[in-house]
C-alpha cells in the first residue's frame, strides 16, 4: 500500500460478479467499477470483494473465490503521470514471485493494467521490529536476492525521476518549492559522486514502505508499481530512511548486504538517503496537482523538502560526499 490516505474500509460486497449495485465507487475514478472488473476476470463466477486499504496509487481488494483467496489491484486515476506502467509493475510481480519474494501473480487484465495475485496469509512488521539486527539482516537477504536475479521492465532513474516530476508538477498548476533548485544541485553533486557505480542497474522496489513487507512464515515485499533497473543503493537507503535507521542499523545494512564492512558502501547508502527524500518531495508536488484525494499532500512534500535541508547541512552528509567526490 502506498502512503495510506485512509484506514481500510470494512465495506465487504458479495454477489455474482456482474452486479451493478457496486458500493465501491469512489474519488479514484467513478469511472472504474470492481464488481463490473471481478464480472471481466471471473465471469458468472460468485466472488467476495473485501477492500483491503486506502492507498494513494491504487486500490486492493481481497477476493473469495470458492475458497480460493486473492488480490485485486486496480491501479490509481492519473498514476502514469507519476511514471507508473502497469506492465513494467506486472513483470516485476512475476520476478518478485519467481524470487519467491513476492505473491503469486494469478492474472493480469490488458489494456488497463488490473493485477490479481495471491493473497498473503502474514502479518505487518512494525518499524521498531524492522529495525533489529535479525530484521535488518533478513531485509538485506531478500533484497540482495532480487537485485541479484534477472532484469526487469523499465527504468528507474532517482535523479531523472525528480526533474520529470518538477516538469509535471509545474504542467499541473503546482508551485515549486524555493528548496527546488539547492535539493537539484546537490542532487548533481551525488550523481557525479556514484559515477559509473549508480549506473550499473539492477531490478529494484524502490518503494520500501513498512506498508510493504508481509510476515508469513518468510519476508515478503508487495506493491511492485515503482520497480525497474535501478540503482541497488537507492533500495537500501529508501528502506533505511523509510524505517528511520540510525547510523548502527546502516552499518548493519550495509555489512549484511555486501557480506563486509566497506566504508565507500555507507557513504553511497548516505548519499542515495537523501535522494529518496527528494523523490519522496516532489511525488508529494505532483499529488497536489492530480490527485483528488482528501490528503494534504503540501504539508507531505514541506516535510520532505525540510529533511532534504537538514540533510544537506549534515556533517556525515557532507563528509560523505567529499569522500565519493574525492579522485580515487
Known sequence: MRRSAEPASPARSSSPAGSRSSPFRDAYDPRVDPEAIAERVWPGRRVTLEPLGGGITNRNFKVDLDGETLVLRIGGKDTELLGIDRSVEHGASLAAAA????????????????????????RPVPPEE???PARIRQVAGTLRRFHDGPGVPGRFDSFRIVEAYCVTARAHGVRIP???????????????????????TRPCHNDLLNANFIDDGELRIVDWEYAGMGDRFFDLANFSVNHELGENEN?????????????????ALVLMRFMSDFREAMWGDVQQGISELDFDFVAYADNHFARLDRTAFDDGFRAALERSEAPA
Open 130 to 132: 524492522m529495525r533489529s
Open 251 to 267: 552499518h548493519g545494512l550495509v555489512a549484511a548486504y555486501f557480506r563486509e564492512s566497506r566504508a565507500a558502501d555507507l557513504d
Open 99 to 122: 524470487a519467491g519474494i513476492g505473491p503469486e501473480v494469478v492474472g493480469f487484465v490488458e489494456p488497463e493494467g488490473y493485477l490479481v495475485t495471491r493473497y498473503i496469509e502474514g
Open 178 to 200: 524555493d528548496a527546488y533548485e539547492p535539493a537539484k544541485e546537490t542532487a548533481a553533486a551525488i550523481e557525479r559522486a556514484r559515477g559509473a557505480e549508480g549506473g550499473r
